[in-house]
């Protein structure tokens, strides 16, 4: 089978080593569980994540969270106190599960029925799968 790679987007700010491995990202996910409820999630992750490596804020530190939080419009304090809530602390638990019961074991992850597919360079597989299964 041919495989074929999506175009990847320049980056604004050039790659770097983050300074600090590994970090501590619970604070982060928290969050993600909110904007995944509420329809933001791929805009928090894009913006952790761009921080990480392209500027060397630390995912999960307070400043990187806080920084995406605003350029996105949204009340940092109030969504910082709310991810530290046991009804979100909760979710994230019943998210990890299910991913574990899914194989899940690292990111990105992705899953076509019962299918696993691990890993950005397998993206286009798991499309593929999904089309032709």
């Not at 940092?76 to 709310?82: G, R, S, W, Y």
């Not at 991810?83 to 994230?92: D, F, G, I, P, V």
């Not at 574990?100 to 799968?129: H, K, M, N, Q, Y």
Request: hydrophobic fraction near 40%; charge should be neutral; charged fraction near 25%.
């Amino acid at each position: 089978m041919a495989r074929h790679r999506a175009p990847r987007r320049k980056a604004q700010h050039p790659l770097r080593q983050a300074s600090t491995y590994p970090i501590n990202s619970l604070l982060t996910a928290r969050v993600a569980c909110i904007a995944a409820e509420e329809g933001w999630c791929q805009a928090f992750t894009e913006g952790v994540y761009s921080l990480h490596w392209t500027r060397n804020v630390l995912i999960g530190s307070i400043a990187n969270i806080r920084t995406v939080l605003a350029e996105l419009g949204k009340e940092p304090d109030a969504l910082v106190e709310q991810a530290q809530s046991s009804a979100t602390k909760e979710a994230l638990k019943q998210h990890t599960e299910r991913a574990r019961s899914l194989g899940i074991f690292g990111a990105p992850s992705f899953t076509v029925g019962v299918e696993l597919f691990w890993g950005d360079d397998r993206l286009e597989e798991a499309i593929e799968w999904a089309r032709t299964h």
